[in-house]
């Protein structure tokens, strides 16, 4: 190998040093090693870059604003309630989301599904006290091996296909083909991931380092409409809601203590939530349960429009010493006041009556110009607000699912996954069902910095000669057994999807591997299926797939977390592959 190539594997084995052994995150790792390629003159300026313009990394950006979209109108809170609902423990709930999206994931792109699940299934676990880190990892890998399944459920699927035709003057393999292995993979798959999450530690995304610590005391009322109407609060998923717990309903003015999680919700309930402000936010945007305080209704803000604020009162504030009512609070600074923390202390009376304090740290339904009017004032000494916490636009949902459904169609009709995702990004914003500063906010930079900075590197395998000095030595190990080139061509495509990407390392191994066939005289299809597969999974490093990459930093995830879990799995994958693909295609 060249200098080049040489220098390349070590940048390579750095990164996965710091990934292992640090904190650092990975868009820090990966461009450094971008950057280390390009000051030595090892990738071209355009060849380091070039990840920033990639489809696939443009796809995942673009479609974080069609997830926003269903977030902020409440289709991720139809999706929990229809489709993922209570669970009684972890494994039911891992296995509630892991098959159904497995299934899905045979018929369409993996990464908008998991674009789309994100949101969701962070809602599911806060709603019903379940860990983060538990669920995301399963969710990538779910669709993972549910989309080996058929022709269309990875990328790799199509691009072997294609080759196969053009190259090897080969019939393309029928739609559903693939799940001759695809199938034992998934059922055997699903069940060790279920087993192996167990060793992955309870991990908290960074956010949650900083949710607030101060309690308070929110009441909400329960629609007559509601399909909260007649569950329980378990069922409902309210008796403990993201740290925040009903403390008691006032049930037409007969109060219930001690409220046990079987109690059935009544029409009009009022329930008495105790919790931190960022519960509060999840609690508004539960269909069915609107605020108590019908102040909220008179703003002159669509509720859409506004978000909860929190904000300590100062000596000077005017409304210091009277009540919030005798105050006028809402005509004063068109904000509603939804609760008072004082001092670790529960504040039982209405809100309205209760009398302000220099200290008292209220939680305020506004407009985001309160921010701005009253930030440097000497009414309030802190003001702050709270992410994500305005309400859904249900009355939008519709269109939302609309848009989600064209979006689908017209991805399964043939139009390439970025042209679809771009026109459902563009209908999201010019229909209302979200705004341009929530589009903007929602695209996650470190997962697009990361995607670019991993096709830079794969870039710099390619080019180097990297990759092919590594194929060529491990095609040389196997000698002239069928089974033995078919299992080192398997770990060859595995090893390469992991470190550059799966659609390169298709590319890359498949010219081997029907060179590998023609050589021992066999069919090529039976090495051209291992190509295929092996190429559809990476489970053992967050960068080997474009939906590891995901959910790395909504689980809280660290580097070593995926080796744990995903060393095992590529093993177990491996295995079945290997003893199965020859008995289904002969050589």
Not at 57 to 70: F, Q, S
Not at 195 to 215: C, G, H, N, Y
Not at 220 to 243: C, Q, R, W
Not at 482 to 494: D, E, K, Q, S
């Amino acid at each position: 190998m060249a200098f080049e190539a040489w220098f390349t594997i070590c940048v390579i084995l750095l990164m996965l040093g710091f990934l292992s052994l640090t904190d650092i995150g990975p868009d820090t790792v990966l461009m450094g090693g971008v950057t280390l390629l390009l000051i030595t003159g090892v990738l071209a300026a355009e060849d380091a870059l070039s990840g920033l313009a990639n489809e696939g990394m443009v796809t995942v950006g673009v479609l974080y604003i069609v997830a926003e979209g269903l977030q902020q109108t409440g289709v991720t809170q139809i999706i929990v309630e229809r489709l993922l609902g209570p669970s009684a423990s972890i494994v039911r709930a891992q296995l509630k989301m892991m098959i159904p999206a497995a299934i899905i994931s045979n018929f369409t792109n993996n990464t908008p599904q998991v674009a789309i699940m994100i949101p969701a299934v962070k809602d599911w676990a806060r709603r019903y006290n379940l860990r983060v880190s538990d669920l995301m990892m399963p969710l990538s890998y779910a669709t993972i091996v549910g989309g080996m399944c058929t022709i269309i459920g990875t990328s790799p699927n199509l691009v072997i296909n294609g080759l196969i035709v053009s190259h090897a003057n080969m019939r393309p393999f029928s739609f559903f083909e693939p799940a001759w292995i695809g199938i034992p993979i998934a059922i055997i798959g699903i069940t060790c991931i279920v087993l192996l999450m167990k060793l992955v530690p309870d991990r908290r995304p960074p956010t949650s380092d900083f949710e607030s610590a101060r309690e308070y005391t929110v009441e909400m009322i329960v629609e007559p409409d509601s399909n909260l109407v007649g569950k329980t609060l378990e069922d409902a998923g309210l008796h403990y809601f993201e740290g925040m717990y009903v403390a008691e309903i006032d049930r037409a003015g007969h109060v219930i203590p001690a409220v046990t999680s079987e109690e059935p919700l009544e029409a009009e309930d009022r329930l008495v939530f105790v919790g931190g402000g960022e519960a509060v936010a999840e609690l508004q945007k539960i269909k069915g349960l609107k605020p108590a305080t019908d102040q909220v209704f008179r703003l002159d803000v669509p509720r859409s429009e506004r978000l909860l604020i929190e904000a300590v009162v100062s000596p000077g504030c005017p409304v210091a010493g009277r009540s919030v009512k005798q105050g006028r609070f809402r005509s004063r600074y068109d904000a509603v006041v939804m609760a008072v923390a004082r001092h670790g202390q529960r504040l039982r009376q209405n809100v309205a009556n209760i009398v302000l304090r220099p200290g008292d740290v209220l939680l305020l339904e506004a407009h985001e110009t309160f921010i701005e009017q009253q930030h440097n004032s000497r009414d309030f000494y802190l003001v702050s607000p709270i992410e994500n916490s305005s309400p859904p636009r249900h009355e939008r949902a519709w269109v939302a699912l609309t848009i989600l459904g064209l979006m689908v169609v017209l991805a399964v009709a043939g139009l390439s996954m970025v042209k679809a995702a771009m026109l459902a990004a563009g209908l999201m914003i010019m229909t209302g069902c979200v705004s341009g500063t929530e589009a903007r906010r929602s695209i996650d930079t470190s997962v697009l910095l990361t995607i670019a900075a991993a096709l830079g590197l794969g870039t710099a395998m390619l080019k180097t000669g990297a990759a092919d000095a590594i194929a060529s030595s491990v095609r040389g190990l196997a000698g002239a057994n069928p089974w033995l080139n078919l299992a080192a061509i398997y770990v060859l495509t595995l090893v390469l999807t992991e470190i550059i990407s799966h659609a390169a390392a298709a590319v890359l191994v498949f010219p081997i591997a029907m060179t590998t066939a023609q050589t021992l005289g066999v069919s090529v299809t039976p090495f051209a299926m291992a190509v295929m597969m092996a190429a559809s999974v990476a489970f053992a490093t967050p960068f080997g797939y474009q939906t590891n990459m995901m959910v790395y930093g909504p689980g809280g995830y660290h580097f070593t977390d995926f080796l744990r879990v995903g060393i095992p799995m590529d093993i177990i994958t491996a295995t079945t592959a290997i003893l199965i693909i020859p008995m289904v295609w002969t050589f």
